[in-house]
């Protein structure tokens, strides 16, 4: 079986066990009264960065059993940011329906946006301890400031560190705590932890260069633009640029894991980007 | 000089310290497109939370400077905290202006809040450790579910219950952090934390009994007069509750603080009370 077959059996299971452990977390939340709510944010996500997170421990040595809880709180914290980012942004659709905020108003949308932040990282912290719970502190701190970039500055140069700020902060802690999940040592989860921002990054320019195909004209087109230094043929030329994005975590990974997991890890990004770019109707890509 | 004078000097000292603090740290903010907002977000509060954290690391054998950034971090999260109920409450005035999200907007408002919320919880990290950080994410979620039940249950006998998770874990997270940061050893510290939740609920309890005699009458009063037994005479029934209170507050006090500070310790409740009573223009009030 190619690498690639095998990643797309093994992320429907993936996704099967998220959705099924994260209806159970959010049906056991004490506030009854914000299940419906929690139940919505939730729903319909594609769960790519908590694969990731069962990948790597499954990666590093551990299982996914290990690594389930890591995961449900990666995507729980996704989720709850959709949800908030929506609000902040008045974006009225998403995942293709109309936005937590439309259905139940913004102040229900952000207070059980944030009742479920803080409900996976006690989770992270009675599950994990303190390792799981310092890398999701900084990286909550890293979306939050990618959050304020994104929404205050027009224009710039600061493409890829909003980026990073942005998405590569919560695919860096999705592989951290793959790697905490399965008792990594300290300088294997801060090389896993570099694969997965620039997995994240990589994601982001394939998302933005969709919104650009699409027509749209934002401030993170702009900037996007900007970095790319205005190219006639923008699609090639972000194309080249996730090429080198590829390459470099292909030599991550090389560098750091052995056996027959490796060829996995190391088609996980491209699987990833692919994921993004074929929901967005844009498939037959080669990277 | 009386205790209460005492605390009074001390409180204004506090008070100077942690706006100086305060404003520092949100100078220091790598957003800088966000410092008008978390400028405003963060003026004007009483700093009765972090007056608490500072007396309990000296009550405990610790220094203000080593609990000055614990104090100014639940300072940061309590404005941050109630920036954002503003938004979801649609209130418009807070500590004498207009609220924040009338001023910059709620998405703005939204956001600058959770990037002050997540700053606090990394000073802590890198302050203080495990210890500071497990307590603070157990205090947000319970705050977290606080807002949700407070927001969402209409009428029903939980009033403690919701002032407990509400008002009652800050404070107690407040203190809690004073033992943290005087190296106080887990008994004194949990200990303490009883200590700080009590006295968050005499506060809330002042603060609706005071919302109650101006005529206001939603949720929580229904539920704090259904949790009363709907007396004939409110405030010397809400009175005689304080007075309870804080003797139960004493007695924990008498079993833990030795020495000269321990009356200070003792005070502190009560003197809290009463700057909500003052503030809100009930003063005279015998406890």
Redesign the interface.
Known sequence: MTCEKRLLELWRRAKRLLDERLSEVVERL??T??IDVARYIVAGGKRLRGFTTLLVAEGLGGSWEDAVEAAVAVELVHSASLA?DD????DVTRRGGPAAWLKFG???A???A??L???A??ML?ERY??RA??RS??A??D???G???D???EEGGEYTEIVRLKTGSLFRLAAELGAVAARAPQSVMRRIGEYGELMGIAYQLADDVVDYLRGERGASISRLLAWLGYPHDVLSTVIAKLREILATIDGIVRDMVAGTFAPLLSSLPRFVVKAMFSEAGVSRLVL
């Open positions: 004490p506030e009264e914000a908030i609000v902040i942004d008045g913004p102040g229900r952000v207070m059980v944030n009742l932040i803080s409900y990282q006690k912290l301890g303190f719970v310092e502190v900084i909550w701190f979306i939050s400031r959050e304020v970039r929404a205050y500055m």
